[in-house]
């Protein structure tokens, strides 16, 4: 069966949205260390959506390639080269646009699997005036949320874990990425930086070196495919629940 809403006819779309729930992958172009590419949110996100489609028979959207903007403090900033970011606004109609015309097609149901840190409060509000004018139901999670803690012990055995929002380029995408895309990473590349301190507080204009020179928040250095593994199976299962819960 076609998972790929981008490989089906228009027919086959058409005779399946009102049983089968959409998933949209949403991710963002942005740095990730000298060993990661800049789609990670996207590669993370698309693949993730792809096997939760086999669990709840959904079809996977096209992703929403760019995201809102990179905050130092969580993803480097805007300030590396190949971050491109939109503002929240566009962001906001770009995703309002997409489940207007999902609705308008007779689809019931969308999840937004999120892959990028910074587009949480821009999601749920395109979700929020999408549903108030259309009859569709929409969820979204970012994965990371999903993992439960006996599965976070597990991959942060060897270092501490350092909180989600410095999880940056670190153990647990760059271990998602040896997982769904191995030929993609350049761990020969990979700088250990000094431990980053997080940045409690937000500074407009963006200032350069205020997180380390490669990109990674973290240490990515005990990454492996099996831990990205681990892990795509704990959100895959946490994502079926939601719907469950969430598609009536
Ligand atoms: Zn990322
Ligand atoms: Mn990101």
Redo the contacts with the bound molecule.
Sequence with gaps: MNREMVKMTWTEFRDAVSHRPVILPVG?V?QHGYHLPLSV?VITSHNLSLLLAEEIDGIVAPAIQY?YK?KPSS?GGPLFPGTIDLNGDTLVHQVYDILAEFARDGVQYVFLMNG???NEAFLAEAMDLATKEFPITTAMASWWDLIPQDVVAQVFQEVPFPGWDLE?AALTETSMVMYFAPELVHMDRYVEEPTFERIPYHRYPVKPGLVPPSGPLATARTASAQKGQMMAQAVVQACAKIYEKTKK
């Design positions: 963002s942005e949110d995201g990179s993803g990028h840190f910074e940056h």
